[in-house]
C-alpha cells in the first residue's frame, strides 16, 4: 500500500495557522545534515503553511555547523543555532526550541533514523489531541540497544504511570510554549509525556518508520545512561508528586 502524499493529511487549523518548527540537535553529523535538510524540505513544502528547520549544533568537533549553514544559503527556511560546548541532548533541544519561532515545534534526531515523512502524520494527529509523540513500529539498532530501551521504557512506564511506549523516540510535536513551561533538566527529552501530562494536556501516540544510521557514529551506550536515566526517573517522580494544583472558581479571590 502506498503512503500517503503529505498534502492529503487533513491538518488541523491551529497548526496551519501557527506553523511548524523543526528543531534538530545535531553533534558530529556533517554527512547526515544535507541529506535530512533535504527530505525535511520535501516533505513539509507541500503542506502550504509556515515552516522552518532549526538545527542545533550541539559543540560538534566536525563540519556539522559548515553543512547546515551552506543549506542555509540554499533554503532560508532554514537556520543555524550553535551551542558554545556540548551541553546534551536535552540543553540542545531547550535551545532550538527557545529559538523557533513558529507555535508549534517538531523534533528528530539529527542522525537522519527517524523518517522526516512522518512529521505530517504527527501534525495531522493533533486534531484529537495537545502533542503526539511517535513511538518506532520497527527499531534499526543493535539488540543490545533494543533490550535495554525495553526495560528501561517498562521501568519507566511502571514508575510514572504515563502510558507512552516508547519515549526514547525523538519525534514529536508539541506546542512550543507548552514546553518552554517545563522546568528544564538535564534528561528532560526523555519524559516529555509525562511532563506534559503533568500539565493537563493530551497526547497521541503514533506508529512512525525508524532507519538505519547511514553515516556518523551512535554517542549513546548502554551504561552511559542507566544510572544517569534512574538518577532522571527518581528526580520526575519527586517532582510529579510534588506538584502544585490550584483549582479556582470564579470569583474566587487568589
Not at 495557522?17 to 554527512?31: K, Q
Not at 551541553?87 to 517538531?106: D, E, H, L, N
Not at 495537545?130 to 519507566?156: C, E, M, P, Q, T
Request: net charge positive; hydrophobic share 45%; glycine share 8%.
Amino acid at each position: 500500500m502506498a503512503e500517503p502524499a503529505a498534502s492529503s493529511y487533513d491538518m488541523p487549523e491551529k497548526v496551519t495557522a501557527g506553523g511548524i518548527s523543526v528543531v534538530i540537535p545535531a553533534y558530529d553529523e556533517e554527512e547526515s545534515v544535507p541529506p535530512l535538510a533535504a527530505e525535511i524540505l520535501a516533505a513539509l513544502s507541500p503542506l502550504g503553511f509556515p515552516f522552518e528547520v532549526v538545527f542545533v549544533d550541539d559543540g560538534s568537533r566536525d563540519g556539522t555547523a559548515q553543512e547546515v549553514a551552506r543549506a542555509a544559503e540554499r533554503d532560508a527556511r532554514i537556520r543555524l543555532v550553535r551551542m558554545p560546548e556540548n551541553s546534551g541532548q536535552s540543553a540542545a533541544t531547550w535551545a532550538g526550541v527557545r529559538a523557533a519561532r513558529m507555535k508549534y515545534v517538531a523534533t528528530m534526531d539529527g542522525d537522519g533514523q527517524n523518517d522526516p515523512a512522518d512529521v505530517p502524520l504527527l501534525l495531522s494527529a493533533l486534531s484529537g489531541a495537545d502533542l503526539a509523540i511517535g513511538r518506532r513500529l520497527k527499531r534499526h539498532d543493535s539488540w543490545v540497544r533494543k533490550a535495554s530501551s525495553r526495560i528501561a521504557n517498562a521501568v519507566r512506564r511502571s514508575a510514572l504511570r504515563d502510558g507512552a511506549a516508547d519515549t526514547g523516540c525523538s519525534l514529536k510535536v508539541f506546542p512550543r510554549e507548552a514546553f518552554l513551561s517545563l522546568p528544564p533538566f538535564v534528561g528532560m527529552h526523555r519524559f516529555l509525556p509525562a511532563l506534559f501530562a503533568r500539565q493537563g494536556l493530551i497526547y497521541a501516540q503514533v506508529g512512525v518508520n525508524h532507519r538505519p544510521r547511514k553515516a556518523g557514529r551512535s554517542k549513546y551506550g548502554v551504561w552511559n545512561r542507566a544510572w544517569r536515566g534512574l538518577v532522571d526517573l527518581l528526580g520526575v517522580m519527586w517532582l510529579l508528586r510534588r506538584a502544585v494544583r490550584v483549582r479556582l472558581s470564579e470569583g474566587e479571590e487568589k
